[in-house]
Every structure is written in structure tokens, then in C-alpha cells.
């Protein structure tokens, strides 16, 4: 009598995709044998679940439809610098029991248990979860973990002043870590350089934008005034994340920049601003009624007047969109920000900055366009407003 889980997911794993567990026994000839998992999630029992031998005397089970449902990740808009992300990770894990005999009982004291591991809110093409190591994405290994972000790293991150960026990092340690913002001139000349004491958290995202790091740092908007790009790290005894590197806006355009962000792969945040021409449209819906074209006067006369009409709007529906372009872009970026922002379901655009509103991107095609056809690339998307407008009855 022995359950054995042969297999477990990564430490760290995307939710949406296989969440698999592999067992097996040494009891499957026995007669109305099978297996009962039961599945823990954040330190409570959340179900049971009874599975069966597929191959021989190994089962598994995928519990990857449950947890996807746990993790979500809101866009944090209240200024908060650092944020423990807990809303998108969850822990996990399985206790494996043998159940068997006439009538059919658990035999718990040769029960398995796995370990607790951990999903974020991530959700990755087949071909790239296959590829994916938690490991280059958790602080708490001496390798330069990356940022949550699958942004080309060979491309130029750019950030207005006024504009918000978020990152994210996973951290198994239980210790804080140091957080640093270096900012640099044209000539790469240091001009500030501040280390706050961060927060320990499983998910911790970070909000890098120009006015947070001013307003929760020493840095000042004078040294904003002279910087040209500046790094985020974050670092934890010996450890470090990757220099991370965002250039600052400062293209003069007669167009209005619209920035928009959204729920990446990894289950963090991306930006870009879309910072060529703009265009908002509206579509009217008219709710008409048709009444008689008299009406009875005060003398008791049904009389016929121009005034009075007879086709009338009960009220109007209008629901906006709007058309945005992006820069001229190399095709790695290009295609970074067609896959990641398209496929994305939650989208915001930027109104003012930290003032966000969901949109929808209409646009539902795109292609991997490549420079040695196309050069340099520029895309245009539309967006459908969330919010609808009704008039008052006529």
C-alpha cells in the first residue's frame, strides 16, 4: 500500500496553463480501486476530486481550471509604490489517497502529499509555457531574475514624465529586499541615485513611474528635469534582478500621446504609448416613436399644426471608440506589442496620470510583420469605449 507523486508542476507556474500532477500506486489491481485527491489552495481544503489509472498505475490530475479562477490581477491606481501582488498568486498542493476494496474505502495512512507550490496569474502559448523556467523570474536565485514582463529587452522601454509603469518580480525568499532607482543624463553621467527598503512578497508589483519614485524617494522632479533614461533593480543579499532600463519621453508631437496598459502573459502589467495621430468617434442609436400629427386645443378642436410633428426621438444611445497609431517601430517591438496587447482581456487606457479607464481593443487580427519587407512598422488599433451614453427622454 504506497501512493507515490511522481511528478509536481514548477515551484512557480502560470495558472491557465497545465497545472499537472503525477501520482501512481502500487494497489491499482485491487477491485474498485481508484485514486482521491484532495486539493488545498492558500491553506484550506478546497475540494475533492477522484481520478483514475491512465497509464498503467500512474494518474494524474490538472487542477489548473480551479486555480485559474482563484488569481486575478487588478490594476493598482491608488499609488501605493510597492504592492505584496497577493490577489494573483495562489499557493497550492495535493494529498493523494488510495481508495479500493467491496465497498470502496480511503486508506489515508498511505496517502501522499506534494509540495506547496505556487501559480501566478499568468496565461502563456503553448510553445512558450514548454520554454518557461520559473527560475529566470524569482528573485530569490543569484542569477539577474527578469522583471514579469516579456517585453524585448533588445528594445527601447520609454515612460513620459507624467505617464505610469508597473513592474512586477517573484520572490520565494522571506527576506525584503532593497529597492534602487539610478537615474542618468545623456552622457550617462549618474545624476541621483535612491535605495528604498522593499517589501518581501511571493508577487510584488511596483509602481515606476516618474511621479511615484518622486513622491516616495528623495529623488526630486529637478533631477527628472535633466534625466534621460533611469534603471530599477531590486536586490537581495547577493541577488539582484535585472537593470532594468526606461528611457524618458520627451518627444515634442502635435499629437496627443495615448498610453495604454495591460494584463501580460505573466500576469503583471505592460505599457506603450500610442503617440501619432488620434481620432475619437461616436456612434448615435435613436430610439424613435411616431404619435398623430394633431393635437385637441383648449376649444375642443382637433387641430393641425407645423409645431407639432409627428416622428419624434424617445431618446439617443451614443458609444464611443477611437482610433490610435503607434510610432514607427522595429519589428521586434511591433510584435511584441500586436501578441501581448491584442490578446490581452484586460486593457486601460491612461487618462491622466494614475487615472485609468477600461477600454476594449477592437481590432481582432493582427500579423508578425518582419523588417526585411516592412522596415520600420506603424499600426493602427481601434478602441471601444466601456462606458455608454444616455440621453434623457424626450
Known amino acids: 500500500m504506497a501512493v507515490t507523486i511522481t511528478g509536481e508542476p514548477q515551484n512557480y507556474t502560470t495558472a491557465s496553463n497545465p497545472v499537472v500532477f503525477e501520482f501512481s500506486s502500487d494497489e491499482t489491481s485491487q477491485e474498485n480501486f481508484s485514486l482521491i485527491v484532495e486539493l ?9 476530486h477522484q481520478v483514475f489509472p491512465e497509464s498503467s498505475n500512474f494518474g494524474k490530475f490538472d487542477c489548473s481550471a480551479i486555480l485559474r479562477t482563484i488569481v486575478f490581477s487588478e490594476l493598482i491606481s491608488n499609488g501605493s509604490f510597492q504592492t505584496p501582488y497577493t490577489n494573483a498568486v495562489a499557493s497550492y498542493s495535493v494529498t493523494v489517497t488510495e481508495k479500493y476494496g467491496t465497498p470502496p474505502i480511503e486508506y489515508e495512512p498511505y496517502s501522499a502529499t506534494s509540495s506547496t507550490l505556487y501559480v501566478t496569474n499568468g496565461s502563456l502559448r503553448h510553445a512558450d509555457w514548454l520554454a518557461y523556467n520559473f527560475q529566470d523570474y524569482d528573485f530569490s536565485f543569484t542569477v539577474d531574475s527578469l522583471f514579469l514582463t516579456l517585453f524585448p529587452r533588445t ?36 545624476i541621483v541615485q535612491t535605495t528604498t527598503a522593499g517589501l518581501q512578497a511571493n508577487l510584488l508589483l511596483i509602481d515606476a513611474s516618474p511621479t511615484s519614485i518622486v513622491a516616495n524617494t528623495t529623488t526630486t522632479d529637478a533631477n527628472f528635469s535633466t534625466c534621460y533614461y533611469y534603471t530599477i533593480q531590486l536586490s537581495l543579499s547577493g541577488a539582484n534582478t535585472e537593470l532594468f532600463k526606461i528611457y524618458i519621453d520627451t518627444e515634442c508631437s502635435q499629437y496627443t500621446s495615448r498610453r495604454l496598459h495591460w494584463l501580460n502573459k505573466l ?21 424613435d416613436y411616431q404619435k398623430n400629427e394633431g393635437v385637441w ?12 410633428g409627428s416622428s419624434f426621438s424617445g431618446t439617443k444611445s451614443a458609444n464611443d471608440t477611437m482610433r490610435i497609431n503607434t510610432d514607427w517601430i522595429k519589428e521586434e517591438k511591433h510584435n ?3 501578441r501581448s496587447l491584442l490578446e490581452s482581456p484586460s486593457v486601460y487606457l491612461e487618462i491622466s496620470q494614475g487615472v485609468f479607464e477600461p477600454v476594449r481593443v477592437s481590432t481582432n487580427k493582427y500579423t508578425l510583420k518582419q523588417k526585411i519587407k516592412e522596415g520600420l512598422i506603424q499600426e493602427e488599433l481601434t478602441l471601444s469605449r466601456t462606458y455608454s451614453y444616455q440621453s434623457q427622454l424626450s
Open 40 to 48: 488545498t489552495v492558500n491553506g484550506s481544503i478546497h475540494s475533492f
Open 155 to 190: 528594445s527601447t522601454y520609454f515612460c513620459g514624465l507624467t505617464e505610469s509603469i508597473f513592474v512586477a518580480n517573484i520572490s520565494a525568499s522571506t527576506v525584503a529586499s532593497d529597492f534602487t532607482v539610478a537615474l542618468y543624463d545623456t552622457s550617462d553621467v549618474l
Open 267 to 287: 500576469g503583471a502589467w505592460d505599457s506603450y504609448s500610442f503617440t501619432k495621430y488620434s481620432e475619437e468617434s461616436t456612434n448615435i442609436k435613436t430610439f
Open 297 to 308: 386645443s383648449a376649444t375642443n378642436t382637433f387641430d393641425y399644426n407645423q409645431v407639432n
Open 336 to 338: 511584441w506589442l500586436m
